[in-house]
């Protein structure tokens, strides 16, 4: 396992905690039926992470996709 440390502003700290509970949420209502569980800012980061890196190494998987499209709107056409 590879640390990645990140600092953000306050405010991304907190969107981040809010999303992290919204997703949480999502997940008791469907009963687990997600792919990750419960979250965490940290595991909503983790996620996120594997999906970018899959841009490199499952590029046309759906994650991927997504993300790729996310790099190419702010201006990565990788």
Known sequence: MKR???????DTAEALTKLA???SDEDKARNG???HG???PAKLLA???EDAGM???RPGC???SNLHQ??????YDV
């Open 4 to 10: 990645i440390t990140i600092t953000i502003d306050e």
């Open 21 to 23: 509970a919204y997703c």
């Open 33 to 35: 039926a997600t792919t």
């Open 38 to 40: 419960p979250l965490t």
């Open 47 to 49: 996620m996120l992470a």
């Open 55 to 57: 841009v490199i190494t």
């Open 62 to 64: 759906w994650e991927a």
């Open 70 to 75: 996310v790099l190419v709107s702010h201006g």
